[in-house]
Structure formats: structure tokens, C-alpha cells
């Protein structure tokens, strides 16, 4: 064997050896990047198993808070939440649409209490005025939303006469809002509010006497002009225009 070649022989065994000792820490490596990534996922996995799938954290309960016409037990039927459902993948919005459906509820707010309950913050609609009609009576909240029924009209609460009654109709939202910029004390004088159009609101006190408000603003110079008005003879007092008021 030439010189030559006994010089190629050991070059080639120390490359082999070196191609044999790269493969050998790259699969070190590798094994040490699997073991990491599997140190961080497992835990990982374990939680996502606890939150999505796990009974331990699951709907037990469901607590209702805020109800006074309502049952708490209406509220957990609209609510519609499986017990055993994981507390985690519990749709709020679909639950909070659920609850809203029923008319006297105007919010509720959903959270979650862990490890197993969902709250239900319900708050229900005020009744601001009634309708009374040979059927009954029925409360409305200030924006016109006809939510209950009554024996009869609470006591306190003002009448609303119009003929198309919901928040839809203009004529109700203009008796409504004009109701509303009252002070406590006109307001609660007012027996009857009624009106024909949104510009012919009629408030009628307690003692008989009727105010002519016309329609939605100059609450202010309606409401000076209709303190002074009342303090005169007459039982129809018009403070529709305030520059012009008259009384008979």
C-alpha cells in the first residue's frame, strides 16, 4: 500500500466517526427538545381537560340573583344550561339571549363561579306607568315595553292612554319621555298621561285638573308657566306653547 493511501484510510475512519457523533448529539437534541415540549404540554393538555372535559369543573349550580316578579326558577327554564356542562364552554351570550326573551327581564349579566356554578345577575323591568283596557292591565317599563300583567293598577302608578301602546309608536314614546323630564313632585301629581299624536300630550292630576303639554321639550318654561297656571281658578290649563298660555 502506497504512503498515499495509508494517509486516506485513517482521514476516512476519523470522518465516519465524526458523521457517527453528529448524529448521535442530534438525536440528543432532538430527544431533549421532545422531552421539553412534552414537559410543557402535558400540562397544558391536563388543564384543557379540566376546563373543556372535565366533570370536576362542570355546571352544578345555577344561581339566580335580582328577581322580584320572576322566579328564580323561570329564570334557570329561559337560561336552559345543562348541569354537567363544563363550566368553561358555557355560551353566555346564547344565555343572556335566552333570559332577555322573557319579557320582564331588561338585563341579566352572566359569570362564572368556580369550580362549578353560574351566576344569573337579573334586572328587571321597572313599571313606570299602566294600560288599562277591558282585558286588564298591563305595566310598561319607561321605554314602552308592555312586560306584566296586573289586577290592577299599583297604586302610584301613572295611566297611559294612546291608542297603539308599545316602543315602537311614537305617541308613546312622546308621553313616555315627557313623564320622564318631569320633577318628583309634578310627577307625582299626574294621574292620567294621554295624548293623540306626539305632539298632543295631556297630563292629567290627580285632582282633576288637566295640563295641555303639546309635545317633547321646553320642560322648564312648561313647567313654570303650568305652577303658575295652578294656582288660579279653571280645571284646563295650556302650556303647549309657553309663550302663550292660557286657562279655562
Known amino acids: 500500500m502506497s504512503p498515499r493511501a495509508s494517509k486516506v484510510l485513517p482521514a476516512a475512519a476519523r470522518l465516519a466517526a465524526k458523521a457517527k457523533a453528529d448524529r448521535s448529539a442530534r438525536r440528543k437534541r432532538v430527544g431533549r427538545r421532545l422531552g421539553l415540549g412534552l414537559a410543557v404540554l402535558a400540562p397544558l393538555a391536563l388543564l384543557g381537560w ?28 329561559a337560561a336552559d344550561v345543562v348541569r354537567g356542562t363544563p363550566l368553561a364552554r358555557v355560551d353566555a351570550g346564547a344565555v343572556v339571549r335566552r333570559v332577555e326573551s322573557l319579557r320582564a327581564v331588561a338585563e341579566v349579566r352572566v359569570s362564572r ?44 302608578l301613572v ?26 313632585p309634578m310627577r307625582g301629581r299626574v294621574r292620567i298621561v294621554r295624548a293623540a299624536s306626539p305632539s298632543s300630550v295631556t297630563l292629567v292630576l290627580r285632582d282633576g285638573r288637566r295640563l295641555l303639554w303639546g309635545g317633547v321639550g321646553d320642560t322648564a318654561l312648561k313647567l313654570q308657566a303650568a305652577e303658575a297656571l295652578l294656582t288660579m281658578p279653571g280645571t284646563v290649563f295650556d302650556v303647549s306653547r309657553p309663550g302663550v298660555v292660557t286657562r279655562r
Open 50 to 77: 379540566l376546563l373543556l372535559a372535565s366533570p370536576l369543573l362542570a355546571v352544578r349550580t345555577v344561581a339566580v340573583s335580582g328577581t322580584e316578579r320572576l322566579t328564580p326558577a323561570q329564570v334557570r327554564a
Open 159 to 184: 295611566r297611559l292612554q294612546v291608542a297603539r301602546p308599545g316602543p315602537a309608536d311614537p305617541t308613546t314614546r312622546a308621553a313616555l319621555h315627557v313623564l320622564a323630564d318631569l320633577p318628583q
Open 113 to 156: 363561579s368556580w369550580p362549578s356554578t353560574l351566576r344569573l345577575q337579573v334586572v328587571e323591568r321597572e313599571p313606570v306607568v299602566g294600560v288599562v283596557t277591558s282585558a286588564g292591565v298591563t305595566l310598561l317599563d319607561a321605554d314602552g315595553v308592555p312586560f306584566s300583567p296586573a289586577a290592577a293598577l299599583p297604586p302610584g
